[in-house]
């Protein structure tokens, strides 16, 4: 479940180049049951993932904002339907970007940004904050079903949805996702994998929420050249390494 749409707006050439994401073997989430949810929108066109933290800020994956320009897009939230004028949406302006300052494009390492919406969201049963997990919380293991939503690609040739799709998936061993057939070094301690076959997340995807047991514990980060590949599992950012800098960045 990971593999990021490569068009973000100026950056075309740039993104042409990055490993994709999306949601492939999923289904059609219920409408508005994870209130959470953000797409994260250039002129209007989803990119990415991303999900509500609390009333004022959005958790996303640092590598969707490699341009730098945050006035450039929207976060919409409470939608179900991207093309849907639907009543519960609401689309917010950004005020600032953080990423993590280690983040690495080789790796993607430390794959985590910090979204600053201009003014806080008005909460109702289709939008609402996730928790998420903090330092010392229990994160999954090894055999752990864990899921995750987004409005990503449902295939490697680009078909994209328009309703928000969901899937459940199993975190794999660490030890095999440090293999060099998988991702040997660039497989870091920052990072779980996670698929089952042929169901796995892709274009689109990146930023989005990795949940266990209805905590989010993971962002959608990184994967194979094509989503679902067995030896190429979704690489996702475990948020518990994190939240030092995540408090003072939400608290500055």
């Known amino acids: 479940m990971k593999q990021i749409r490569v068009i973000f707006v100026s950056a075309l050439l740039f993104a042409a180049s990055l490993p994709g994401e999306c949601i492939i073997g999923g289904n059609e989430a219920v409408a508005h049951s994870r209130p959470y949810m953000a797409s994260l929108q250039w002129n209007g066109i989803h990119e990415c993932g991303g999900f509500l933290i609390s009333s004022q800020w959005v958790m996303s994956a640092a590598h969707c904002f490699q341009d730098g320009r945050a006035s450039d897009f929207k976060v919409v939230l409470g939608a179900h339907s991207l093309s849907t004028a ?4 609401q689309n917010m302006d950004v005020s600032a970007v953080y990423n993590h300052p280690g ?38 293991e090894m055999d752990a079903t864990v899921d995750t939503a987004g409005w990503g690609s449902l295939n490697n040739l680009g078909g994209r949805p328009d309703k928000l799709q969901e899937i459940s998936i199993t975190v794999l061993e660490r030890m095999l996702c440090s293999r060099a057939a998988y991702y040997g070094w660039k497989f870091t301690s920052n ?21 266990y047991r209805g905590i989010a514990v993971g962002i959608t980060s990184n994967g194979g ?20 800098w995540i408090d003072r960045t939400t608290t500055q």
Do not use: W
């Open 86 to 89: 639907e009543g519960n949406k």
């Open 103 to 140: 983040f690495s494009l080789i790796n993607y390492d430390n794959d985590i940004a910090l979204i600053k919406l201009e003014k806080p969201i008005t909460e109702s049963n289709a939008v609402k904050p996730v928790k998420f997990q903090r330092e010392g919380g229990v994160d999954p």
């Open 191 to 211: 990072m779980l994998c996670a698929a089952k076959k042929r169901m796995d997340t892709c274009d689109g995807d990146s930023g989005g929420p990795l949940l």
């Open 225 to 244: 050249k094509k989503c679902g590949t067995s030896k190429k599992p979704g690489l996702y950012t475990i948020i518990s390494h994190y939240t030092q």
